[in-house]
């Protein structure tokens, strides 16, 4: 009988713990993955894959624990990432928006959204972050392409859109959906950054506006995606306009639907909920914004039950000054911590379902289930190997609760997207991140005296001599 020959792979991920997330939810104890190009062909034990491949490389997770790469539904790329962690935790989203990001917004340029694109994917990378929402804020979608491509995560990528006179790329509908259109020409789904229809949201588009938005996008089939109730300021402003709460009013005018990703929707009531999950808009969940900001998630936050009801939903990191950092797993902790605490129950919800969030579900969000989200034969090779040789890995317990409430994004050790590493030994190794540091502490600088910021410390800053 003639032994069979083994195939080539180009990567063969050998000894991991693969929390594959496919519909059964297996984990593969001491498992093992090939990929051929950037597709996985193949997941398996390790002694059954090392015979049935001849892969060009060969990597070791040394009983690591293996996921698909984290979905990221809701991520300012640009708009304050130079200037991350600089607005006080004391002031109000209002207050930062006026007094921070709309000044600073005047003045971003396109090396500023590059570098800052650049920095973010970085991050989001190091985090074990393969796939990025651009959450609407940028003026150059081709530069912030650019500074993401450098890295090689995947992101969408769009464009300012409001009705309000004198903010970015405003005008009317028919001149908003223009520029719009341009963009979803430049970035035609199927590559590594996609354009997407993208809106401010809250109470700055007019009808026209977001009618012909959603229109848009369903006939592009791409996603679209816009801010809307993070505080009760939505809730009241919809209600004194129109009569009617803001889901009910995006409903009428035929907004939702599931081509829509619907930054926060926080501040949602009974019949909004239902509006939510009748017509399959998602929405993407950004906890840690809301606390930093002091949004009211722990009043009206109803996202795990949206989620447990079938909805779509993503976990989000939102901006550099709101959550303030890149790292799927503290806002996954966070979700499930807050869905236990506010019911005073902790049976109910918990790691497994935010996991799912941040993977598989998350990829059902936006849009992209069919590419990304899980560990499984077909699918885009976007693979993450978190390195269990730190003290709060011992001893192995249940992979998917350490994950969320033993670790966090510094526990990722390999990264890849596409089959190619963005990340090894903990370094992402795309840019070279020393260069990266010294041009972003520069960009910071002159990015704050073009804007004619300071920034606004609390306590003394007193140089040492």
């Known amino acids: ?204 588009a007019d009808d026209d506006l977001m009618a012909g938005a959603a229109a848009l996008a369903r006939s592009r089939k791409v996603g679209m995606t816009m801010h809307m109730s993070p505080t009760n300021a939505d809730p009241e402003l919809y209600l004194e306009r129109h009569g009617r709460r803001p889901i009910q009013h995006l409903k009428d005018i035929g907004v939702l639907g599931r081509h829509l990703l619907i930054a926060h929707g926080v501040w949602l009531d009974d019949s909004e909920v239902d509006l939510v999950l009748d017509t399959g808009t998602a929405i993407a969940y950004c906890p840690w914004a809301y606390f930093r900001l002091g949004q009211g998630v722990s009043r009206a936050g109803r996202h795990a039950e949206i989620f447990l009801r079938g909805g779509r939903i993503s976990l989000g990191c939102d901006s550099a000054n709101a959550g303030d950092q890149t790292d799927i797993l503290r806002q996954a902790t966070l979700a499930a911590g807050l869905a236990k605490d506010t019911r005073i129950d902790p049976s109910w919800f918990g790691a497994h379902e935010v996991l799912e969030m941040a993977t598989i579900r998350g990829a059902e969000a936006v849009g992209m289930a069919h590419e990304i989200g899980s560990i499984e034969v077909g699918k885009a090779a976007d693979i993450v190997i978190h390195d269990n040789s730190a003290m709060n890995w011992s001893p192995k317990g249940d992979p998917v609760t350490q994950l969320i409430w033993g670790t966090d994004g510094r526990s990722v050790r390999d990264v890849f997207v596409a089959g190619k590493a963005v990340v090894q030994a903990g370094k992402c190794v795309t840019v070279d991140v020393d260069l990266l540091q010294r041009a972003v502490s520069e960009g910071s600088l002159d990015l704050l005296r073009r804007s004619n910021l300071t920034v606004p410390y609390r306590w003394p800053m007193i140089p040492s001599t």
């Open 1 to 204: 009988m003639t032994e069979a020959v083994p195939s080539p792979a180009d990567l063969l991920i050998v000894n991991g713990d693969i929390v594959t997330m496919n519909p059964e939810r297996e984990v593969l104890v001491g498992g093992a993955i090939a990929v051929s190009g950037d597709r996985i062909v193949a997941v398996g034990s390790t002694s059954r894959l090392r015979g049935a491949y001849r892969p060009a490389v060969v990597v070791d997770a040394a009983g690591g624990v293996v996921t698909p790469g984290f979905i990221n539904g809701h991520q300012h790329l640009t708009i304050d990432t130079l200037v991350g962690s600089c607005v006080p935790d004391a002031w109000t989203s209002a207050q930062a928006i006026r007094d921070w990001a709309i000044p600073m917004g005047r003045m971003h340029t396109g090396d500023d959204e590059e570098l800052g694109a650049t920095l973010t994917a970085v991050s989001s990378a190091l985090n074990g972050v393969t796939m990025v929402v651009e959450a609407g804020s940028v003026s150059n979608p081709e530069r912030l392409a650019r500074g993401v491509a450098k890295v090689g995560i995947r992101a969408t990528t769009g464009l300012w859109g409001s009705s309000i006179k004198g903010r970015p790329f405003s005008g009317s509908a028919d001149e908003v959906l223009a520029h719009q259109c341009a963009v979803l020409d430049a970035f035609p789904p199927g590559g590594m950054v996609t354009g997407w229809v993208t809106l401010i949201g809250h109470g700055t």
